[in-house]
């Protein structure tokens, strides 16, 4: 009989309440544990209030590392590059040959339809020069990390590589990337799109890469 016997090398007191941490779906019932769904029935407190906006951690990997690919594929091509047909936006096609590309002949669909979904905001199955930029940028600020917490990749060297990237020479362009990376420096704090999102549209410009 499978049974927990001890917790942390102690053996388990069954009149002590104890803090764990598991899946959400079991809570909600997700394998149907029957313990737990009967305790949490007769202790709904015991529940995380937000339990229901709860993201899966694969959910949460997946998108980290999608980012990171983002931030890879950013720094090692131009936007010209991606756009092999030169319509001005990238297509699933196209994430799939520059994948393939950097990582490998063995990249499959799956990882190719993830980094479709990190950078194509609106879900129009298109990723545009904006949506680029805001997926770098979130890429860089506000995920990849150290062990200290400090972005691995600093703004500055990353503003060069945007601008390169985007090998734009019109001055209103370079200018508004310029002003973003500027708030980013003095930003509290930026670790979400929605973040992202409202710094850059509270610099008042309506410029589009």
């Not at 590309?101 to 950078?119: I, P, R």
């Not at 420096?185 to 930026?190: C, E, F, P, Y």
């Amino acid at each position: 009989e499978r049974r927990l016997t001890h917790i942390d090398g102690e053996p388990i007191d069954m009149k002590k309440m104890y803090t764990i941490v598991l899946s959400y779906k079991m809570c909600k019932g997700m394998d149907r544990v029957t313990p737990l769904l009967e305790f949490l029935e007769q202790n709904p407190k015991a529940l995380p209030r937000d339990c229901d906006n709860a993201k899966e951690m694969r959910e949460s990997l997946v998108d980290y590392f999608a980012k990171c690919a983002w931030v890879y594929i950013l720094d090692k091509c131009d936007f010209d590059h991606l756009d092999t047909d030169g319509d001005g936006v990238i297509t699933k096609k196209e994430v799939a040959t520059i994948a393939k590309q950097l990582y490998g002949e063995g990249v499959g669909s799956l990882v190719v339809d993830n980094l479709m979904a990190c950078a194509d905001l609106d879900q129009n199955e298109e990723i545009t020069k904006d949506e680029l930029f805001l997926i770098g940028l979130l890429g860089v600020v506000g995920f990849i990390r150290a062990d200290d917490g400090s972005p691995l990749l600093k703004l500055d060297k990353y503003r060069e590589k945007v601008l390169n990237f985007f090998g734009t020479k019109d001055q209103d362009k370079i200018a508004y990337i310029e002003e973003v990376f500027a708030r980013l420096k003095t930003a509290k704090s930026v670790d979400t799109l929605e973040e992202l999102q409202t710094l850059v549209k509270n610099i008042g410009k309506h410029v589009t890469i």
